[in-house]
């Protein structure tokens, strides 16, 4: 029989269950009882949250391969290839492997449906465990408690922020959100929360199971004074531990923080300069994400981020306001139907000189009209245009050296951003 490449496999995921998203974990558990993997890697990090669980996740997973640890990375969704999904040791799975992969699940699935989501989730298991890690660091897709990544039990639970979002599957309000999210506790393994106002749900959940609890702004914290950074936490056994005069980054600052205090508990080597570094080298596509581009000859700095809900956006505003550009800021901006719209676009109020918006490509976008109402009624200046093509190269066309573009709102806008950028590199 002839063997199906990625694309095939993608699209036979697409059609194998009656919904996209069907949460529970039995059907997971059935089948990755039948694979029979065993412990992924002698240590397993599973990290969820409203928002910055990418950038968490790729904080811890910098500082254990920092110490030479074979790391796997296991994280949604992806931006321009689904092999960003699963990374190993720093590098993304080849086609052939995750064609292994979903091989192997589909054998052992017999009969169980498996949603896209669980597919995939599986199969990433699947190669981790026969990529001989010496650690995995995994990203709930949503909430905690239902989601497939929470088949596998966790040595270190994080939690990076707590907000409403995805109301339908996991309730309107932070204590229900709560209570979703601290399903990824285990019983007397640490558990740490990055949210200063942490719901009494996840509080509840931690003490039921005698789960150590390490919380921000309590044990661990940072502080900045608009130059430098500092840290400080604990270890396991309660012992002060400082860094300060730590270089800012692009990358939530919050996020870093809670990864060093994860990374601590883990008893690894603690060596301040490799820890710097660490976190320096951390990079994110599409997160706060600076490029330079040649536009007709000119100079153009291009700022991506994907951030889609409220929570995000004032993320993004707070880093806009610290960091100016000489010129003007013109925006690119592209959101999903179901999204909160005024409560992304008000922080980024008196941050943006010109705006442009497009519809993205897929049914699931909002129309470029209903964007353009809504920051006319801001006072914002505002063109719309046919796609996001179009709006880059209508800010571009525009923008001189001082000027920078700024390009948010939906990972589907991200990612045709960058697949213009890949055009304008192969053309360039």
Known sequence: ????????????????????????LERSQQVLARLALGKLAPRVVTVTGTNGKGSTCAFVASLLRAQGLKVGVYSSPHLLRYNERVQIDGE????????????????ARGDISLT??????????????????????????LGGRLDTVNVVDADLALVTSI??????????????????????????????CGDLDPPQPLLDKAGELGAPLYLRGRDFDLASDGNS?????????????????LPLLDLPMENATLALQAYLLTGLPWDAGQVRQALLDTRITGRLDRRQLTWQGRPVELL??????????????????????????????????????????????????????????????????????????????????????????????????????????SFFCVAQALEWLERQALEG
């Not at 989501?117 to 465990?129: D, K």
């Not at 396991?236 to 860094?243: D, F, I, K, R, S």
Request: proline share 4%; charged share 20%.
């Open 229 to 245: 950074w500092r840290w400080r936490g604990v270890t396991a056994e309660g012992q002060p531990v400082e860094l300060s005069g």
């Open 304 to 409: 991506l981020d994907v951030g889609h809900n409220p929570h995000a956006a004032h993320y993004l505003a707070q880093r806009l306001a610290s960091r100016a550009p000489k010129g003007r800021r013109l925006a690119v901006f592209g959101l999903l139907a179901d999204k909160d719209l005024e409560g992304v676009i008000a922080p980024l109020q008196g941050l943006v000189d010109d705006w442009a918006v497009a519809p993205l490509d897929t049914p699931r976008s909002r129309p470029a009209a209903e964007l353009v109402a809504a920051l006319t009624n801001l006072g914002a200046t505002v063109k719309s245009y046919v796609s996001v093509d179009a709006a880059l190269e209508g800010q571009c066309a525009q923008a001189t050296a001082d000027d920078q573009i700024l390009l948010f709102g």
């Open 92 to 107: 993304q799975a080849s086609d052939e492997h995750l064609c292994q992969a979903f091989a192997a699940v589909e054998a």
């Open 116 to 141: 896209y989501f669980e597919m995939g989730t599986l199969a990433a298991f699947w190669l981790f465990h026969q990529s001989q890690l010496d650690a995995v660091v995994l990203e709930v897709g």
């Open 163 to 192: 907000g409403v979002d995805h109301v339908e599957y996991l309730g309107d309000t932070r204590e229900l959100v709560a209570f979703e999210k601290a399903g990824i506790f285990r019983a007397g393994k640490p558990a740490l």
């Open 1 to 24: 029989m002839k063997q199906r490449t990625l694309g095939e496999w993608l699209a036979y995921l697409e059609q194998l269950h009656p919904s996209a998203i069907d949460m529970g």
